[in-house]
């Protein structure tokens, strides 16, 4: 096209202001304010003005006149622009990946008691720091670090050996503090404790999260000088101890939080480490990652360490997230030796990368049910939980229910597109946990006759309330161990919809 004809195109598209006086988009003003339309119809101009400029939009001799169209259609445009720009971006939407702890949706999904007692604290002032007893300034974390105590003291109980808290046995009371993640926590712990010196970590645990959070990186930040012992497969507790120095301010376990190293490898224990500790008297830190304070192997987990394991078999620091295994909100737990804790406390990063209100009350609920056992309010356990037979059941149902829409709403000869079966799969932990941890699981596995696996699972994307789920093999598999009981209803519409 000449660039005379597109002169005259750009001339005919309306100005905002004669766009302001239709009565479609004055009633859009009266409701929602002359500036948010405005923007809207700027944008909305915009992108014709580009449509035209790149030859999308055109005017031809065969009277597809495409623009008139679009001119046609600016009202409805402005419309649509205007509700996306006012409705919320961040949305719930439904997991039917099997994936408890997906990171791209979110991690833990926070429970009912969370939630209400969130909302109860955050609608008004609260006494975050403050002491209601003696009228004076107060502390953050004894909302998280009284709850904690409680748990390590419970932990003891249930081990029998309630005559040797854990306190006694490592000789020093704990504390927790409370930071943004997990990262933040250890690069607080590192900077506090190591700053300027070395830290002895084993080549088989450099690892790498995801996002950028690299044990070497986060180290150099937090100005501490990594000192590297062992090989990537076998490290020695004698590794650590020969590189042991005058500069060594601390010995550092991470967890393999995303792999798993097999065959011929060699790790030494963490009792070993911490005997180690004691005796040349550095401390130990440890980056736990997921940090479970639910005995995993009740669900058939096995080797994944818990937060209150480690502090009683000596080890001074953990750090873990509160969004993994913890079930609770985006959070970094610091929890260990109180000297060592106090002096992350007064360390100027801690002001830096405290947490809100909001955090402190979905957490202090979260730990609440864990002090109470009632692990069926934190919605992840009881994820874990569930049973196989359980989710097939739900499967079956949900199946059940599509036919008898489909036999409702369409034709006999328009049935049987859509074919929806049972399968044996497994669902994914995630998040951190052993990555070898799968749970047995019961699949919905969903194909139809003339649409493809990628388009259905694109479909179920779009719904209104976002299902996501998994192609595998030319199908889209559904694993309602993550969907709500009380989100199946909205996937029968949604797979409903599909045929
Ligand atoms: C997940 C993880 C982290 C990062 O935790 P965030 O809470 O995501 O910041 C750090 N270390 C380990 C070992 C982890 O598994």
């Not at 202090?364 to 056992?373: D, I, R, W």
């Not at 000869?413 to 699981?441: C, F, M, Q, V, Y």
Request: hydrophobic content about 40%; aromatic content about 4%; proline content about 3%.
């Amino acid at each position: 096209m000449l660039t005379s004809d597109k002169t005259a195109l750009f001339q005919r598209l309306p100005s905002t202001d004669s766009l302001l006086k239709e009565p479609a988009i004055r009633s859009l003003v009266e409701r929602e304010g002359r500036e948010v339309v405005t923007e809207s119809i700027r944008s909305v101009l915009a992108n014709l003005r580009r449509e035209i400029a790149a030859g999308t939009v055109c005017e031809n001799k065969a009277g597809d006149n495409s623009l008139d169209l679009a001119i046609g259609g600016i009202a409805v445009a402005i419309e649509r622009t205007l509700w996306q720009s006012l409705s919320h971006s961040l949305v719930q939407v439904i997991n039917a990946t099997g994936v408890i702890l997906h990171t791209n949706l979110g991690r833990a999904p926070l429970g009912r008691d969370a939630i209400e007692h969130l909302a109860a604290t955050a609608s008004g002032y609260s006494n975050l720091e403050f002491n209601c007893e003696s009228g004076e300034r107060g502390k953050r974390d004894v909302h998280v670090d009284r709850l904690f105590n409680k748990l390590l003291e419970q932990g003891v109980e249930r081990d029998g050996t309630s005559d040797s808290p854990v306190q006694a046995k490592r000789g020093s009371a704990v504390s927790t503090i409370v930071v943004n993640n997990n990262a933040a926590a250890v690069l607080l712990a590192l900077n506090t404790l190591a700053e300027g010196g070395e830290v002895i970590a084993s080549r088989g645990e450099l690892v790498e999260i995801g996002g950028s959070f690299r044990i070497p990186d986060v180290m150099q930040k937090s100005n501490a000088t990594l000192r590297e012992v062992g090989t990537t497969n076998r490290t020695r507790v004698s590794d650590y101890e020969r590189a042991i120095n005058d500069r060594t301010r601390l010995l550092l376990r991470v967890h393999r939080s995303n792999f798993e190293i097999t065959g011929f490898t060699e790790q030494p224990s963490l009792g070993e480490l911490t005997e180690l500790a004691k005796r040349r008297n550095i401390p130990l830190l440890e980056d736990l990652g997921s940090g479970a304070l639910f005995d995993l192997r009740s669900v058939g987990i096995n080797g994944e360490p818990g937060v209150i394991d480690s502090l009683r078999i000596g080890v001074d620091v953990v750090c873990y997230s509160g969004d993994k295994l913890l079930g609770g909100p985006q959070a970094g737990l610091i929890s260990g030796r109180a000297d060592l804790v106090s002096r992350m406390r007064s360390n100027s990063l801690f002001r830096a990368l405290r947490v809100d209100k909001l955090t402190y009350s979905a957490l202090e609920a979260t730990l609440l049910s864990y002090v109470k056992h009632d692990h069926d309010a934190i919605p992840i356990l009881r994820m874990m939980r569930m049973s196989k037979a359980d989710i097939a059941g739900r499967a079956r149902a949900v199946i059940e229910e599509v036919n008898k829409v489909q036999q409702k709403l369409q034709t006999p000869s328009k049935l049987g597109g859509l074919n929806l079966e049972i399968r044996d799969g497994e669902s994914l932990i995630g998040g951190g946990a052993a990555p070898s941890a799968l749970l047995p699981t019961s699949l919905i596995s969903v194909s139809h006759g003339e649409v493809s696996a990628d388009v259905l699972n694109k479909r179920l994307r779009n719904h209104d309330r976002r299902i996501v789920a998994r192609v595998e093999d030319g199908r889209v598999l559904l694993d309602l161990r993550t969907v709500f009981p009380e989100q199946d209803a909205n996937l029968v519409d949604a797979l409903a919809s599909l045929s």
